[in-house]
């Protein structure tokens, strides 16, 4: 399948829900997947809308959480939340709000524990584009 990554803003209970959905534009059946074909991969030219969080696991793992505003016609704009990790996260933490950015990577969801309170923890699912490359344009 090949197509755009869109986002609306959901509202719930008194506050915003990001819903991400892929829009299909063409889909073709592949008897057979090679090694050289990658499967799940974006594609985004996009412009940083927040300032990046930049942070460290419990581990020691740097992670680098971004916002890609990615423009399409007619005035619209798509929101992708992105994730870097490692030597990525370091680079992107660099970023400016404005600052236009090309990044490759794929579509992933992951679990994670939300603080909600002093004691409550709350499971999560966060659905993002896990980075591999990214370009900085000036």
């Not at 506050?15 to 499967?39: P, W």
Request: some cysteine; glycine content about 6%.
């Amino acid at each position: 399948m090949t197509g755009q990554f869109r986002s609306y803003n959901r509202h719930e209970d008194k506050k915003n829900r990001l819903v991400l959905s892929v829009f299909v534009r063409e889909i073709e059946y592949i008897e057979e997947v090679t090694d050289a074909q990658k499967t799940n991969q974006i594609f985004l030219d996009g412009y940083i809308c927040k300032t990046p969080v930049y942070r460290k696991t419990p581990l020691g793992r740097e992670i680098a959480d971004l916002l890609l505003a990615v423009n399409r016609p007619y005035g619209k704009s798509d929101y992708i939340p992105c994730i870097c990790w490692g030597r990525n996260a370091r680079f992107a933490s660099t970023f400016e709000v404005g600052g236009r950015t090309q990044i490759w990577g794929r579509i992933q969801s992951r679990e994670y524990m939300k603080k909600i309170g002093e004691e409550q923890m709350e499971k999560r699912i966060a659905y993002e584009v896990s980075v591999s490359k990214l370009e900085y344009i000036e």
